[in-house]
């Protein structure tokens, strides 16, 4: 079985600050890891997502995450935080060729003038 | 454009009505899917379906139905057997052999 766990429901930050939203998965199989983002009254828009290969993913928007399968960990994180970034964002796991996906609870990311 | 259109945006049902949620899609994607979202609960997984005719209950299905007659199409019907469809209804869909998935722009079902 697969899961995902988003922690911290909203986080604040800085405008110019790091932005980190964590993120921890279980599968018991090589995942696909995938963020989303989503506006306000809006479906959910694709961030960025691993597969295989290189661990640091690069996003829109400046956003990027790392694959640490010993962590089973797959946190986003953007240098410099900017208003437009307030929004929702999901963490989301599924397995190779696998067809349903798993989502966690989201985060709702705060950005401070 | 190509994308994922859900109709209508905002939808309101009395209580013991039947409704229908549409979902079209022009990507040529062989599977969809239906989410449900409330607040601080994530997406949860009603239905979804692999191909044409064929469609599979995901983690909420009871009181809900589907049907996939054409491959562009996948509504979902919210029935009166479901006793709290107060929420943001999403739809979603995958290329064939694709490892990700694209959502259409949501529908609010609010019961008055």
């Known amino acids: 079985a697969q899961s995902v766990t988003q922690l911290g429901s909203h986080v604040s930050v800085s405008e110019g600050a790091l932005v980190l939203l964590r993120c921890n998965y279980s599968?018991?199989?090589?995942?696909?890891l995938f963020w989303y983002v989503q506006y306000p009254n809006q479906g959910l828009q694709l961030l960025l997502k691993?597969?295989?290969?290189?661990?640091l993913v690069k996003g829109i928007n400046g956003f990027e995450a790392e694959f640490k399968k010993s962590e089973t960990s797959f946190h986003l994180t953007k240098p410099s935080a900017h208003m437009s970034d307030a929004a929702e964002y999901f963490c989301?796991?599924?397995?190779?060729?696998?067809?349903?996906?798993?989502f966690g609870t989201g985060t709702s990311l705060t950005v401070i003038p | 454009d190509g994308g994922i259109t859900q109709s209508p945006k905002y939808l309101f049902r009395k209580e013991g009505q039947n409704v229908t949620l549409s979902c079209e899609q022009n990507?040529?994607?062989?599977?969809m899917y239906w989410y449900r979202q409330d607040p601080g609960q994530g997406l949860r997984l009603i239905y979804y379906?692999?191909?044409?005719?064929?469609?599979q209950k995901g983690d909420i299905a009871e009181g809900y139905s589907v049907s996939r007659e054409k491959k562009e199409s996948f509504p979902l019907t919210v029935t009166s057997a479901q006793k709290n469809p107060t929420a943001f209804y999403l739809c979603?869909?995958?290329?064939?052999?694709?490892?990700?998935?694209?959502f259409g722009e949501g529908s609010w079902l609010t019961v008055v």
């Open positions: 979603a869909s995958r290329s064939p052999g694709g490892n990700t998935i694209y």
């Open positions: 599968s018991s199989v090589p995942p696909y």
């Open positions: 691993y597969t295989t290969g290189a661990t």
């Open positions: 989301a796991v599924s397995e190779s060729g696998g067809n349903q996906f798993y």
């Open positions: 990507l040529n994607h062989d599977a």
């Open positions: 379906s692999q191909i044409v005719n064929d469609f």
